[in-house]
């Protein structure tokens, strides 16, 4: 399981994050929302290991969380894919890198359950729809089955109609799949749904971890509370209330 | 500011002593005997192994690299070049009196390349893809094309052979430096013109312009405020990779025209092994390189404050 | 891509080919011919020691511009290489190789040239380290800054979540993306070291007679300017047409890059 302790990120002479700490165990998810500069893509690429923490740390199951492989499904689906390599080829890349195999079916499966035609793995980046290359980007994850997978505001470039459907895929998968996601977004009705818990990240700080039901029934007075009323107000919260 | 300039002090510093080393280990390394090279230059005659074992002790060949290294650094870094192995006399005036064929050639070019590339360019500008912006566009792309050597031979002999008005060779009068001069300023005009022309089209198209001349702002006041500190820029730059290919042409011109400019000094040097005045040309155009490069970076940041917050 | 494709057919054609469809032997002295002016048997004439010119010019081929491309693969090569290392290879790595390239370009690439070759001893394979060495500097420039703006790429952070080694993340990841750039750098240090070759060879430190490189010609051929003017003639027309000729792909290259950048 995913521990992140007392961690505080330094980028330049600003503090990213501060006393960050969180938990978060397999088969489960954690909604992490907060306004843009909250700090969010930092905390994604610390925990990845991709910037280094000033202090605190990191763990999956006691060990640096990039010795488990962990997965990352990006806001561009488009930048997400070399532009000149075939879809095939990227979505490959963890297994190829690790020089392991993985099943006949399992790519077929996995296709089948995100809703993808067989055949488009063999395009290019360009040559699919930006709700389908976020589904590839979301197979790719899948593919080496990663346990801990980070989603970076997975809906936000898709139009609406997709955002919900992809959003319900992905909670299907992980039925399935059984891995721990941790979903960074700032669309507080998706947290709310799909959230087993929600992080609110304001200025590097964690200002309230809570289960759905709190943070609509009882939010933390001050900030989580304005952000609970702005969000009722623009309907945004009617399916978790 | 004074710590940009600092930085870009040790930087050049860096480059400097860097250029000395590699040259110094450059010629240490050099294939065959340079105390034979050396003796054939000095005495003009065959010789026997004992004159050339003295050559060698007397320019100082015999000692192994470090020794020789740092007695030849530690003068330099007070501008000591030391005494030339062939003829024995020390080499900064020699280096003077070269410096003194080079440098008015150098600016008499510059002055040619400025002088036909700014009229050229401001006119081709003026109508972009007319008869006079093409043949602008033709004589840059051929004047960068042509290699200085043999332009400076088509003009000898057109100018100096069929015609017979200026002479050719030697450096003797002003009218000798005319035929160098026009053979290194077309390469200069070559690219300045491109450079000129294109930061004036960028210039113009620089999208706030339309409003200030909806608000009643004259032609020629937004040439002059907007149009032409834009253009100058690109310029700027340029002027530091011009250098290089002045350098570069120098070398060739003067060898070519047969003025005894810095150029001629070098490739004697090198044929005659005359490593001290090799080594003092060397660090001086590495020298005159950083320091116009100083310069160019200063006034960068005077016409363009934001590029002292992009780099430092 | 296309006028630079069909460019570097045009020259490895005349490297390979060009030599074949000479008239006479290159080298063949044919002192009663000496200095004839163009005619019948000799289409553009002969020189001093009366080789056919045209004969030579296209052997020379090989030489001015084979070397060259030679040269400017070895410059990229290099260049690439260390371009990439620093863009990829932490901070001291890229101060150490910035430095380096500092160094290298506070020089006239042209004048270090002809100090090195003329110092190694004037032959062909001085010339060939002497214009490598001084022609890698803007493939590491340019390499290093495309490097360095693909680092936070999405795919490249992928490439490097998924544990693929750097070596493979800089072979898929990094080289399709240089190569459009790369390509244009090279059609100019091609052209330089066509230049610097005939340079070399004009100041008599490349490659050596009788073999018929253009600089060396038109050094042989200088001394009989006022005899026969047009000796001096050909072979730099030749050297200009195709600096000229790779020049234009060149640019027509980096335009067609400038416009696929607007429109994305």
Redesign the interface.
């Known amino acids: 399981m995913l521990r992140v302790n007392q961690v505080w990120v330094k980028r330049g002479a600003a503090v990213a994050l501060q006393d960050i700490s969180l938990s978060l165990e397999p088969g489960r998810t954690l909604a992490v929302v907060g306004e843009s500069g909250a700090g969010k893509s930092t905390l994604i690429a610390a925990i990845l290991g991709l910037l280094r923490p000033s202090h605190g740390e990191i763990t999956w199951a006691g060990a640096p969380v990039r010795a488990c492989r962990p997965a990352l499904v990006m806001q561009e689906p488009r930048s997400a894919f070399n532009p000149v390599l075939s879809l095939r080829r990227s979505v490959m890349e963890p297994i190829v890198a690790s020089g392991g195999t993985i099943p006949a079916d399992r790519l077929c499966h996995l296709c089948d359950g995100l809703e993808l035609p067989p055949d488009i793995l063999d395009r290019r980046p360009t040559e699919v729809s930006i709700g389908q290359a976020q589904r590839v980007g979301i197979l790719r994850a899948l593919v080496a089955s990663a346990p801990l997978v980070l989603f970076d505001e997975p809906l936000s470039a898709l139009d609406a109609v997709t955002q919900k459907h992809t959003a319900r895929l992905i909670s299907d998968l992980q039925c399935e799949e059984g891995f721990a996601a941790l979903i960074v977004t700032h669309d507080l009705g998706y947290a709310a749904a799909h959230g087993d818990e929600i992080a609110v990240l304001k200025s590097g700080r964690i200002e309230e971890i809570a289960t759905p039901e709190q943070f609509v029934l009882t939010p933390k007075p001050g900030y989580c509370e304005q952000l609970r009323d702005a969000a009722l107000a623009l309907g945004a919260l009617e399916a978790a209330a | 500011m004074i710590m940009g300039l600092l930085g870009f002090v040790l930087?050049a510093a860096?480059?400097?002593s860097?250029?000395a080393a590699?040259?110094f280990a450059?010629?240490w390394n050099?294939?065959?005997d340079p105390a034979q090279a050396i003796a054939m230059a000095r005495f003009d005659a065959l010789l026997t192994e004992d004159v050339i074992d003295q050559v060698r002790a007397e320019a100082g060949l015999d000692i192994s690299f470090w020794p020789a290294f740092t007695s030849w650094l530690v003068p330099l870094l007070s501008l000591d070049f030391g005494n030339s192995a062939v003829t024995g006399r020390p080499v900064w005036p020699d280096l003077v009196t070269a410096m003194s064929y080079t440098f008015p050639l150098a600016l008499a070019s510059l002055a040619v390349g400025l002088a036909v590339s700014l009229p050229l360019a401001v006119l081709a500008a003026k109508r972009p893809g007319s008869l006079v912006d093409r043949c602008a566009v033709a004589v840059a792309?051929?004047g960068?094309?042509?290699?200085a050597?043999?332009l400076g031979?088509?003009l000898?002999?057109l100018f100096a052979?069929k015609l017979a008005w200026l002479p050719a060779m030697g450096a003797r009068t002003a009218a000798h430096a005319i035929l160098p001069a026009l053979t290194l300023g077309l390469g200069v005009t070559a690219s300045f013109t491109r450079i000129i022309r294109s930061g004036i089209l960028e210039a113009r198209g620089q999208p706030f312009l339309p409003a200030i001349r909806r608000r009643g702002v004259s032609d020629r006041a937004i040439g002059r405020d907007h149009v032409a500190p834009h253009a100058a820029i690109p310029v700027v730059t340029v002027f530091g990779l011009e250098?290089?290919?002045l350098?570069?042409g120098l070398?060739?011109v003067e060898?070519i025209f047969g003025r005894p400019g810095l150029g001629t000094f070098?490739?004697q040097a090198?044929?005659a092994?005359d490593f001290p005045h090799?080594q003092a040309v060397?660090v001086l155009?590495?020298l005159i390189?950083?320091t116009v490069?100083l310069l160019i970076d200063g006034i960068y940041r005077v016409i363009e404050p934001r590029i002292g917050e992009r780099d430092a | 891509m296309r006028s630079v494709a069909t460019l570097v057919g045009v020259i490895l054609f005349l490297i390979v080919f060009g030599p074949l469809l000479a008239p006479h032997d290159p080298t063949a002295i044919d002192i009663p011919h000496r200095l004839s002016p163009p005619g019948e048997e000799f289409l553009l004439g002969t020189d001093a020691l009366g080789r056919d010119i045209l004969s030579r010019l296209l052997h020379g081929a090989r030489w001015s511009l084979g070397l060259a491309f030679f040269i400017s693969l070895i410059g990229l090569a290099i260049g690439t290489a260390l371009g990439l290392a620093a863009a990829l290879g932490g901070k001291v790595v890229d101060w150490a190789i910035m430095r380096t390239t500092d160094t290298f370009l506070a020089f006239p690439e042209l004048v270090a040239a002809v100090v090195i070759a003329g110092l190694m001893g004037a032959g062909t394979w001085s010339l060939i380290f002497a214009l490598s060495v001084t022609g890698w500097m803007r493939y590491t420039r340019v390499a290093r800054g495309v490097g360095l703006s693909l680092r936070t790429r999405g795919y490249v952070v992928q490439a490097q979540l998924a544990g693929l080694s750097p070596l493979a993340i800089a072979r898929w990841h990094y080289l399709p993306s240089l190569l459009p750039s790369l390509t244009v750098v090279w059609t100019g240090m091609f052209a330089r070291a066509i230049l610097g070759i005939s340079a070399l060879g004009f100041l008599g430190f490349g490659v050596q007679p009788p073999l018929p490189e253009w600089g060396s010609m038109l050094l042989d051929a200088r001394v009989h300017m006022r005899s026969t003017p047009l000796q001096m003639i050909w072979p730099g027309l030749v050297v200009v047409t195709c600096v000229l000729a790779i020049n234009l792909a060149g640019d027509a290259l980096r335009d067609a890059l400038a416009g696929d950048d607007t429109r994305t």
């Open positions: 930087r860096v480059v400097l860097g250029t590699l040259t450059l010629l050099a294939p065959g792309s051929l960068v094309a042509i290699p050597y043999w031979l088509l000898i002999l052979v250098l290089a290919f350098l570069e070398v060739l060898v070098l490739v090198i044929l092994r090799v060397v155009t590495a390189f950083v490069n």
